[in-house]
């Protein structure tokens, strides 16, 4: 009997335990948020919203994380999203290159920002002529539900090469502001080719060595006519930009130094974005099995970015990377020149 009263005993305090456990790291987790929130920023007056702004940062973050995931999955009803002042709003920042620069991982961080919202998917809306012809309201659409003083960011990288996109972007919204992510030109390059190999290789076709393909063989110059070896020209592509949008429009990221320390980049592009600087140490840890920085939004949730960030390059011989430097070396200096930004590539 004795030992029957003690079981039960036991088995209470476990469920009381297990009970307060949770209800210690739920807290822990809100005032985390919280902590993370104050003081409560001035986005209404930057982005002229009329919301209270004692409530803005918390609901918004309350949204982001799980009301708005619900409204993007389309679970949602009208009289919700009517209830919650939501919109989906066209960005008012677009990350338009370049590819393998970095910019998953900075869309990524930009929205740890509470009035980030970021569009999860390349909406190719620029870059493609089908898309295109479907009109601005097909483009807004697929943008993710936000506050009218949150602001919505996109990023499809092959918005940066493609001819038409500077003139097509500017008709929608001549002040947007853009923000262009580069690394090394060399690296982005040999980051492009794995790209390109993998997907070569999960189809079990082979492909050429990168020495093959950047190196014109007829020549032994550096191969222009390759796709990678062209995007990393990156100051020709800035040239057709340019044309339709002053530099001031333009911010530029450093993506190797978002990789080894990303904390002053993102700082910069709050800046940029006239936002109140929100993203801290705290949303950042480094994971060394990734080897990448990762993303943390309290206590309980973090994330890495997929397995398909952050590939294994294939080794390639160091005199064509030696003759691919030299060939970009002064498109770089140019770069610099016209950005402002001097990045020290070799
Ligand atoms: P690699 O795969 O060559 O390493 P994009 O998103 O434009 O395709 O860029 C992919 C690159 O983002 C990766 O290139 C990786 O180096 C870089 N990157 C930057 N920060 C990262 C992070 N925190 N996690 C994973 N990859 C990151």
């Known amino acids: 009997m004795l ?8 088995q209470k305090l476990l469920v009381l335990g297990s009970l307060a456990v949770g209800s210690l790291l739920y807290l822990v987790a809100r005032v985390g948020s919280l902590d993370r929130l104050q003081p409560i920023c001035p986005v209404e007056s930057r982005f002229g919203g ?15 994380r799980g009301l708005l995931h619900e409204f993007r999955k389309g679970n949602s009803s009208k009289e919700q999203v009517h209830l919650h002042d939501l919109v989906q709003q ?7 290159g370049v590819r393998k620069g970095g910019t998953r991982a900075l869309l990524e961080m930009l929205n740890l920002h509470p009035a980030v919202v970021k569009a999860s998917q390349e909406i190719h809306f620029f870059d493609n002529d089908e898309n295109y012809a479907k009109g601005i309201e097909w483009y807004r659409k697929k943008m993710p539900f936000s506050y ?16 038409e996109v500077p003139e097509r972007i500017y008709k929608m919204n001549s002040s947007i502001k853009l923000l262009i992510i580069v690394r090394e030109p060399t690296t982005r390059a040999i980051s492009d080719y794995t790209q390109v190999l993998e997907g070569k ?37 800035l040239e057709r930009w340019l044309k339709y949008f002053p530099i001031e429009q333009f911010h530029i990221v450093d ?7 990303p904390l002053p980049e993102l700082q910069l592009v709050e800046k940029f974005l006239n936002l109140p600087p ?16 990762c993303l943390r939004f309290n206590i309980i949730f973090n994330k890495c970015l997929a397995g398909s960030k952050g590939r294994i390059h294939p080794e390639v011989d160091p005199s064509v990377i030696t003759k691919l430097r030299k060939f970009f070396h002064p498109f770089n200096q140019k770069f610099y020149q016209i950005t402002g930004r001097t990045l020290n590539w070799p």
Not at 90 to 96: N, Q, R, S, T, V
Not at 278 to 293: D, V
Request: charged fraction near 25%; proline fraction near 5%.
């Open 50 to 64: 009329a919301h209270n702004q004692a409530e803005f940062p918390l609901r918004a973050l309350q949204f982001k």
């Open 201 to 237: 290789e999960r189809k079990n076709k082979t492909y050429y060595k990168f020495e093959k393909l950047a190196i014109d063989p007829n020549t032994c110059e550096v191969n222009t006519k390759y796709k990678a070896v062209r995007t990393s020209i990156y100051t020709k592509h």
């Open 278 to 293: 929100r993203i801290s140490q705290y949303n950042l840890y480094f994971n060394a099995t990734r080897g990448f920085y």
């Open 3 to 10: 030992f029957k009263q003690q079981v039960w005993l036991r």
């Open 90 to 96: 066209l960005p008012k920042a677009i990350i338009i």
């Open 148 to 163: 009218p003083q949150q602001i919505t960011i996109e990023k499809s990288p092959a918005y940066f090469i493609t001819e």
């Open 255 to 261: 993506g190797d130094r978002l990789i080894t320390e």
